[in-house]
């Protein structure tokens, strides 16, 4: 992070009075956040961190547990959906970016590696065969969250996720659905795990006979989308606790995954780019595990006339 983004994240964080009760000298505010993030960006031990700032390890045990909340506490300020006005800024990035309009974001899922409770090591094992928790993630065309969903095992599939979170819930029961996607012709793009909704644009199925307005548009597609893949690898590029969160609850890793998320958005739009970023794995695997038992014939329409207009 930057000096000029860490004096304004700083800035930002509530001032955090611990009783003085004897002892050593109370711990600077500036020094608490290094800590914190150095934490987070090292993927180092508490122990490591208490050996190279000099300050105890229960210290910094009960500092970085604080600041955590400080940071997710700033959630709703960084992690916003865009309004009407931003939408269509939105859509004309996107657009630029692989010609198909109408995207309001791109949709995903990454799982983060941790160190599953014993008594739950089965409901977190993935398909790599690794435990973690799912992360989903809508991202601008800026690589910018917008939403996200934290907290699910990492063996429920993303479908799954995507049925359980606000935004699916609010649009398919009409509530307020013009807050996330003003017209009809206004979606998401999401890869063949989620399901062919009228706000959710996915690929054609490959089934060796798809024409070639299907190929292009499969093709575009995959140009729009792969944004929300380059998203998670800067995120895990720069929060390097996100290889592996090595704590003792879930509770504690969800909060370290969102307060990262936070702090990614609070560095873009602070100007502190990440140019670096890891190459996360493509969860397109070709599994079509719609949510939806009835096609969607309004869906299949909308991605036929944008495809024959490529």
Known sequence: MSRKAFQKLNGKIRVIHVPYIGGG???PAEKRLMMLLWWLGKGETLLSVSDKFNVALSAVHKSNTLLLDEIIGLQHNYITWPNHNEIET???????????PGVVGAIDVANINFKAPTEQQESYIDRKMQHSIKLQGIC????IFTNIVVGWPGSVHDSRVFQNCEIFRKVSNN????KYFPTLEHHLVGDSAYPLLDYMMTPY?????LTVEQRRFNYLHSKTRI???HTFGILKSRWRILKYINVNTVEKAVKIIVACCVLHNFCLVSG?????YNEVEDNNINVFHNVQNVVNNFAVDKRNRI????
């Open 140 to 143: 601008t065309s800026d690589k």
């Open 25 to 27: 000298i109370p711990i």
């Open 272 to 276: 502190d780019a990440w140019e670096e």
């Open 307 to 310: 495809a024959q207009m490529l």
């Open 205 to 209: 199925r490959d089934n060796r006979n």
């Open 227 to 229: 944004v929300i893949e």
């Open 90 to 100: 939105l859509t004309n990035k996107f657009y630029r970016r692989g010609n198909i």
């Open 175 to 178: 509530i307020e659905r013009n």
